[in-house]
C-alpha cells in the first residue's frame, strides 16, 4: 500500500495519485474521478473535492473542507477546516480559508488575503 507524509505531522498516511493530474490525494480524502489534481498539488485529511473541481499548482485542500462544483484552488493556496468553495469560485496566491467559510458564485480570494469563518457571495478580494 503506497503512503505519503504531506508534511501535516501525521507522518507518511496510506494515499494514492489521483487518476487526473497525478497529484497526492490522502485515502481518508473524497475525490471525485473527474476531478483535476495536478502532479504539486494535495488532498488530504478527510476533504471532499467534487464536480469539475480544479486543484492546481502548490494548492493545499485538507482538514474536512469542501470544494465543489467548478471551483478551482491553485498557486500556494490553502484551503482547510470545514471550509466550502464552491460554484465558479477562486482561491489563488498565498490565500487560506478557513474554519467554517463559505465562498459561493464567483468569488475571487487572492493575494495573501486569510478568510476565517466568513460567508462570501460574488466577492472579490486580492
Same mark, same amino acid.
Given at each position: 500500500m503506497?503512503t505519503?507524509?504531506?508534511?501535516?505531522? =501525521?507522518g507518511p498516511?496510506?494515499?494514492h495519485? @489521483?487518476?487526473n493530474?497525478?497529484?497526492?490525494? #490522502?485515502?481518508? =480524502?473524497v475525490?471525485?474521478d473527474?476531478?483535476?489534481?495536478?502532479?504539486?498539488a494535495?488532498?488530504?485529511?478527510?476533504a471532499?473535492v467534487?464536480?469539475?473541481?480544479?486543484?492546481?499548482?502548490?494548492? @493545499?485542500? %485538507?482538514?474536512? #473542507?469542501?470544494?465543489? @462544483?467548478? #471551483?478551482?484552488?491553485?498557486?500556494?493556496?490553502?484551503?482547510?477546516?470545514?471550509a466550502?468553495?464552491?460554484?465558479?469560485?477562486?482561491?489563488?496566491g498565498?490565500?487560506?480559508? %478557513? &474554519?467554517a467559510s463559505?465562498?459561493?458564485?464567483?468569488?475571487?480570494? &487572492?493575494?495573501?488575503q486569510?478568510?476565517?469563518?466568513?460567508?462570501? @457571495?460574488?466577492?472579490?478580494?486580492s
Amino acid at each position: 500500500m503506497p503512503t505519503y507524509d504531506f508534511g501535516d505531522g =501525521a507522518g507518511p498516511v496510506p494515499a494514492h495519485q @489521483h487518476i487526473n493530474g497525478g497529484g497526492w490525494v #490522502a485515502d481518508t =480524502a473524497v475525490v471525485d474521478d473527474v476531478v483535476w489534481i495536478d502532479s504539486t498539488a494535495k488532498v488530504y485529511q478527510n476533504a471532499w473535492v467534487c464536480g469539475d473541481a480544479w486543484i492546481y499548482e502548490q494548492a @493545499h485542500i %485538507r482538514g474536512n #473542507a469542501f470544494v465543489d @462544483h467548478e #471551483a478551482q484552488c491553485f498557486g500556494n493556496c490553502v484551503v482547510e477546516g470545514t471550509a466550502r468553495v464552491v460554484g465558479e469560485s477562486r482561491v489563488y496566491g498565498n490565500a487560506v480559508i %478557513r &474554519g467554517a467559510s463559505e465562498l459561493y458564485g464567483c468569488t475571487f480570494i &487572492g493575494g495573501n488575503q486569510v478568510v476565517e469563518d466568513e460567508i462570501l @457571495h460574488d466577492e472579490q478580494r486580492s
